[in-house]
Nanobody
Framework: VQLQASGGGLVQPGGSLRLSCIISGNIFSINHMGWYRQVPGKQRELVALISDSGVTNYADSVKGRFTITRDNAKNTIYLQMNSLKPEDTAVYYC??????????WGQGTLVTVSS
């Protein structure tokens, strides 16, 4: 499985960004997909999770502001981030929970929220 995250950038507080993650390879083994983020010096944290049937879960810090969706036809998951705050600044990664627990990560995308 290969995961390519993109869509990060610099945005002002209160702004929005949409991250994308294209999934390739043995996708038939994937059910849950998640977005994670990491601030330098801190542990990586799970931000949002979506099952293959579309059930979602969010970290309390992003509930009501972030939305995770998936387009199975395009093998892509998205993270719509609204009302961004400086504390959302981090490198964002897409991953499966199984790969995450095994320490296997792809390249992330940097989101910087600053005026």
């Amino acid at each position: 499985v290969q995961l390519q995250a993109s869509g990060g950038g610099l945005v002002q507080p209160g702004g929005s960004l949409r991250l994308s993650c294209i999934i390739s390879g043995n996708i038939f083994s994937i059910n849950h997909m998640g977005w994670y983020r990491q601030v330098p010096g801190k542990q990586r944290e799970l931000v949002a999770l979506i099952s293959d049937s579309g059930v979602t879960n969010y970290a309390d810090s992003v509930k009501g502001r972030f939305t995770i969706t998936r387009d199975n036809a395009k093998n892509t998951i998205y993270l719509q981030m609204n009302s961004l705050k400086p504390e959302d600044t981090a490198v964002y990664y897409c991953n499966t929970p199984i790969r995450a627990s095994s320490g296997v990560w792809g390249q992330g995308t940097l989101v910087t929220v600053s005026s």
